[in-house]
């Protein structure tokens, strides 16, 4: 092979390896914001979706999440139409598996959930509970006037020494929960049986609560997290495996702490000389409200 084959062989390789690389990392949209414009791409195989960013009241469309910590985000306008009190509870879901949930008002708002960590196209979801109709002879029932939904990064990183709970989260600790322990950047506390935790509000409805945890005993056996109010009735329950994220559905009322347990069934036992406390149940690195 001459010295000018070999060149060209090795530019034309490059050139590959580079369009391989961009197809990578432009197999699909991550977001949609821009309308019509946005939504001609077939691979989003949008379903109840209005050219000028109307949302029916349940919507559907392809994304494609990025290889990094991500947060799903939706970003609308309820109109203000008949109603000067008018209210709807907004889902947004990912592969069918609802990530947050949230009572919106009129104007804008913006609704956002952690996701897991997995590349690849996804099949996003908006559903309105309450509908509302366009006037002046539009007529078509509607959810929101939808301005961005995608996948955005997640920047949320502990500093050395904080505490589990998110900055933004109206959560506060209660009995049961053991010292906060630091290793590198990571932050952790375990926790007893029934440890108990309170959730403020500034409205009646449904909180979503995340919980990044694991058990405190075998890492690598399922467990199943039930949450259970002060009358010890349950609210929510969610199994967890391994180390990983819980989403827990609960009532809160307005104006007061809203006070849970979270309890496993699982008898862990004494120690051998059976006076000595029970073991922790689970071990929290995170605590987030939605």
Same mark, same amino acid.
Request: hydrophobic share 40%; net charge neutral.
């Given at each position: 092979?001459?010295?000018?084959l !070999?060149?060209?062989?090795?530019?034309?390789?490059?050139?590959?390896?580079g369009? &391989?690389?961009?197809?990578?990392r432009?197999?699909?949209p991550?977001s949609?914001?821009q309308?019509?414009s946005?939504?001609?791409?077939?691979?989003? /195989?949008?379903?109840?979706?209005y050219? +000028?960013?109307?949302?029916?009241?349940?919507?559907s469309f392809?994304?494609?999440?990025p290889?990094?910590?991500?947060?799903?985000? =939706?970003?609308?306008?309820?109109?203000k139409?008949?109603r000067?009190d008018?209210?709807?509870?907004?889902?947004?879901?990912? +592969?069918? &598996?609802?990530?947050?949930?949230?009572?919106?008002?009129?104007?804008?708002?913006?609704?956002?959930a952690?996701?897991?960590?997995?590349?690849?196209?996804?099949r996003?979801? =908006?559903? @309105?509970?309450? *509908?509302?109709?366009l006037?002046?002879? #539009?007529g078509?029932?509607?959810?929101?006037?939808?301005?961005?939904?995608g996948?955005?990064?997640?920047?949320?990183?502990?500093?050395v020494g904080a505490?589990? =709970?998110?900055n933004?989260?109206?959560? !506060?600790?209660?009995?049961g929960w053991? #010292?906060?322990?630091? @290793?590198?950047r990571?932050t952790?506390?375990?926790?007893?049986?029934?440890a108990q935790?309170? *959730?403020s509000?500034?409205?009646?409805?449904?909180?979503?609560i995340?919980?990044v945890? /694991?058990?405190?005993?075998?890492?690598?056996?399922p467990?199943?997290l039930?949450?259970?109010?002060?009358?010890? !009735?349950?609210? #929510?329950?969610a199994?967890v495996?391994?180390h990983?994220?819980?989403?827990?559905?609960?009532?809160?009322e307005?104006?007061? +702490?809203? +006070?849970?347990?979270?309890?496993?069934?699982e008898? !862990?036992?004494?120690?051998?000389?059976?006076t000595?406390p029970?073991?922790?149940?689970?071990?929290?690195?995170?605590?987030?409200?939605?």
């Amino acid at each position: 092979m001459t010295k000018t084959l !070999r060149v060209a062989v090795a530019i034309l390789s490059l050139m590959a390896s580079g369009c &391989k690389g961009k197809f990578a990392r432009t197999q699909g949209p991550s977001s949609i914001r821009q309308f019509p414009s946005d939504l001609s791409d077939s691979r989003l /195989e949008v379903a109840g979706i209005y050219a +000028d960013g109307w949302t029916a009241p349940t919507s559907s469309f392809n994304l494609f999440q990025p290889d990094n910590r991500q947060l799903l985000v =939706i970003r609308g306008m309820i109109p203000k139409i008949d109603r000067d009190d008018f209210k709807t509870d907004v889902e947004v879901l990912l +592969d069918d &598996k609802v990530m947050a949930r949230k009572s919106v008002g009129l104007g804008n708002f913006s609704v956002q959930a952690p996701v897991p960590i997995s590349p690849g196209k996804h099949r996003i979801g =908006i559903v @309105f509970a309450s *509908v509302q109709l366009l006037p002046a002879g #539009d007529g078509r029932p509607i959810g929101t006037r939808l301005s961005f939904a995608g996948f955005e990064p997640d920047s949320y990183t502990p500093a050395v020494g904080a505490d589990i =709970i998110s900055n933004s989260a109206p959560v !506060r600790l209660g009995s049961g929960w053991h #010292d906060l322990e630091t @290793f590198g950047r990571t932050t952790s506390r375990e926790a007893d049986n029934d440890a108990q935790f309170l *959730v403020s509000s500034a409205q009646r409805g449904t909180k979503r609560i995340a919980l990044v945890l /694991e058990s405190a005993t075998d890492p690598d056996r399922p467990i199943v997290l039930k949450v259970l109010d002060t009358s010890g !009735r349950q609210v #929510d329950a969610a199994e967890v495996s391994r180390h990983g994220t819980v989403d827990l559905f609960l009532p809160v009322e307005l104006g007061r +702490d809203n +006070d849970f347990r979270l309890h496993l069934d699982e008898d !862990r036992g004494q120690g051998a000389s059976g006076t000595s406390p029970q073991r922790p149940a689970f071990r929290v690195y995170r605590i987030d409200a939605f």
